[in-house]
């Protein structure tokens, strides 16, 4: 149950937020799409050990997940002993929802923060493993998601292996509608319909 509660739905969100990112920034896409056809040389699949030669897919993942984390306020917490934090005082057993959304746009942390640039975190030590709390998609601490290294994996060979064999494009007609719906999980209100073109040269 954790599994299909927790883990299906946040992949597919975070990968489809990232594919409709990168239609919106074509300089991304060829960028990416370089990096992918660099490092796949003509072979037939992207495998999970060229990932660790791919810093630009992983910047593009992190971003997208600071602009549009699946769990907008992660889940609910409780505060186990009396706190005082910036001045209020959170008595045990309050509940406390974390805004992991307005975290990843604080414009007190982050340049231009509504812009989509993954090039921010190319030499940048942020990572998502609830170190630094100005990006917590995942959450932090013992009760973080256990799955943040599997999820993103994943998520990387799908990106990485769609790229490097299509040329993806908004279908004939279709607009770009960025809303978010509301709920537990933040999807993409309309879905995107995209025309992969394969890439015979490979
Ligand atoms: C992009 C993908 C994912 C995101 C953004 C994500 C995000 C989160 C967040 C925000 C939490 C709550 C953390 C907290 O309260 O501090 C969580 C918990 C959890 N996640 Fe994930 N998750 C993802 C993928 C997955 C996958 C693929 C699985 C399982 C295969 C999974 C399993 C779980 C479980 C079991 C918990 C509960 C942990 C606990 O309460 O101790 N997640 N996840």
Known sequence: M????????TTSTNLEWAISELLRHPYAMKKLQQEAREIGQGRTMIT?????R?????????????????????????????????GYDIAAGTQVMINAWAIGRDSST????????????????????????????????????????????INEL???????????????GECLDMSETTGLTAHKKYPILVVATPCFDL
Not at 55 to 75: D, G, M, Q, S
């Open 110 to 153: 982050w340049i231009e923060p509504n812009e989509f640039q993954p090039e921010r975190f190319l030499n940048s030590p942020i990572s998502y493993q609830g170190f630094h709390f100005e990006l917590i998609p995942f959450g932090a601490g013992r009760r973080g998601c256990p799955a943040i290294l599997f999820s993103m994996v």
């Open 158 to 172: 799908v990106l990485a292996n769609l790229v490097y064999k299509f040329d993806l494009a908004l279908a004939n």
């Open 2 to 9: 954790d599994v299909f509660a927790a883990g299906t739905d």
């Open 54 to 86: 791919m810093p630009y897919l992983r910047a593009i993942l992190k971003e997208t997940l600071r602009l549009h984390p699946p769990f907008p306020l992660l889940v609910p917490h409780e505060s186990t002993h009396d706190v005082k934090l910036l």
């Open 48 to 52: 999970e050990d060229d990932l660790d």
